[in-house]
């Protein structure tokens, strides 16, 4: 996976092997802390893979405004002299809390709790999940699987002929 | 771009970018409006009271399986007031490629280019430019009775010869023709480079 390039809005390329990995890491979390939701996005915003309840809550949009919220806060970080962006942003509800982690500078771990499970226990099990997740994302610095193999020429013809249906033409 | 080759799954994100009130918002309304909702996420919408964009609007299409692959195709807005400079910058991180809507009306010609001026220095940023990234031009609200000349926006702006569609975003001519032009470009720029 080319995590190094991830940061700064270069592909990210995620291996079946590395997929599996992350999506065990991520079931371990759920069982162990019962929150609603988990989602592992990268920081762009594209959902990776989710756990728990994911009928319930928009999983893209989800993503999309908490790497939002990540780069609005990065850019507090900034003017408050901090050397990177801020490790973690909790947002407190009436019925629902999110927690939202950064892993590596690339990605980020998103997390809806009941108000009645602790926020302490969200904390610690979450830091051992980072720290999982961060080895296995440096396990795969160095592995290259390109863009742009996995697009072919007859994918733009079949895509040419969805989007004709789709947008009417 | 985000590939996940154990889904067979492609993100792309598409960001519309322009001036304010040049009608950036108003094509993702039309196509969230227009598109059967199996294939479109909800819109969101981060704006103020006043119905200005804050920071971003966003919208999701997924066309299913196509060719063996899932492509999902994430559409975002910037916000186009000057003072917004920052938002604009962020929502760029991660952009494969662009739509710059531009105002068609004669006296928008500055912001226009004032626009398009940021655009280029903030994808230089990102080590992008306008000369080699995937963009189209949109020239919105040709209805307009003060809308300048083609001919006069595509000297003033279109210096690198990129796609461009005449629109009228409210009522939806154009926005499509503008989406499916994008989109085609992204994937041809991919597939092209083998460095990606």
Known sequence: MNVEKGGNGQPVVLSGEMYKAISEVLSDLAAKTRAKTIIFADSNGHPITQRGQTSEINIPNMAALGAGDFAATSEMAKIVGEPGRFKYLYHEGEKSNVYLSSVTDNFLLLIVFDTNIALGMIRIFTKRTIEKLTELLNEAKGEEQKASEFLDVEFSTYLNKELDKAFNF | MFI?????????????????????????????????????????????????????????????????????????????????????????????????????????????????????????????????????????????????????????????????????????????????????????????????
């Open chain 2, 4 to 196: 996940n080759w154990a889904l067979q799954e492609i993100n792309l994100k598409i960001v519309y970018y322009g001036p304010g009130l040049s009608g950036k918002t108003t094509n993702l309304i039309y196509i969230h409006h227009k598109l059967d909702p199996s294939i479109r996420g909800d819109l969101v919408s981060l704006s103020t009271k006043e119905d200005r964009t804050l920071f971003f609007d966003f919208l999701q299409l997924e066309m299913g399986k196509i060719g063996g692959k899932t492509p999902k195709f994430n559409l975002y807005t910037v916000p186009g007031q000057v003072y917004y400079a920052t938002s604009r910058k962020l929502i760029l991180n991660g952009v494969d490629g662009l739509v710059f809507v531009a105002d068609s009306q004669k006296e928008r010609m500055e912001e226009n280019l004032d626009t398009l001026l940021d655009l280029e220095k903030n994808l230089i940023e990102i080590g992008e430019t306008l000369q080699s990234f995937p963009w189209v031009i949109q020239y919105n609200k040709r209805d307009l009775p003060n809308a300048e000349k083609i001919s006069t926006l595509q000297r003033n702006l279109n210096y690198f010869n990129a796609p461009y569609f005449e629109s009228q975003a409210h009522n939806g001519t154009g926005v499509f023709q503008t989406l499916k032009s994008i989109i085609n470009r992204v994937v041809a720029h991919i597939q092209a480079n083998g460095n990606l």
